[in-house]
């Protein structure tokens, strides 16, 4: 059994600042990417940041979606490699959302995971 457990939503003024977390636990083999998701009331889910966290040649590449980028920044523990972060700053109102984390990884075999989801709000 595989679960991602999301933390670090929350309210912040314009401007703001947050940290959400994701660990991903249970009987993992390995992990291909991990993904950061967000869906605004009356919006579909959209792909926020991504991380590459398996194989050779693209290991460590992050890819953002234009809204994000020069403000969030995606990264994973070293130390605990299932655990993944994304640094959220000079936050809008328009990243209210709930953000949901991913997982592409290999436990009896391979698929896809997701978080229960954290809110954040931005508001003053």
């Known amino acids: 059994q595989v679960q991602l457990v999301e933390s670090g939503g929350g309210l912040v003024q314009p401007g703001g600042s947050l940290r959400l977390s994701c660990a991903a636990s249970g009987s993992i083999r390995s992990i291909n990417a991990m993904k950061w998701y967000r869906q605004a009331p009356g919006k579909e889910r959209e792909l926020v940041a991504s991380i590459i966290s398996g194989g050779s040649t693209n290991y460590g590449s992050t890819n953002y979606a234009d809204s994000v980028k020069g403000r969030f920044t995606i990264s994973r523990d070293n130390a605990a490699k299932n655990t993944v972060y994304l640094q959220m700053n000079s936050l809008k109102p328009d990243d209210t959302a709930v953000y949901y984390c991913?997982?592409?990884?290999?436990?009896?075999?391979?698929?896809?995971?997701w978080g229960q989801g954290t809110q954040v709000t931005v508001s003053s």
């Open positions: 991913n997982a592409d990884l290999i436990s009896d075999y391979r698929r896809t995971y």
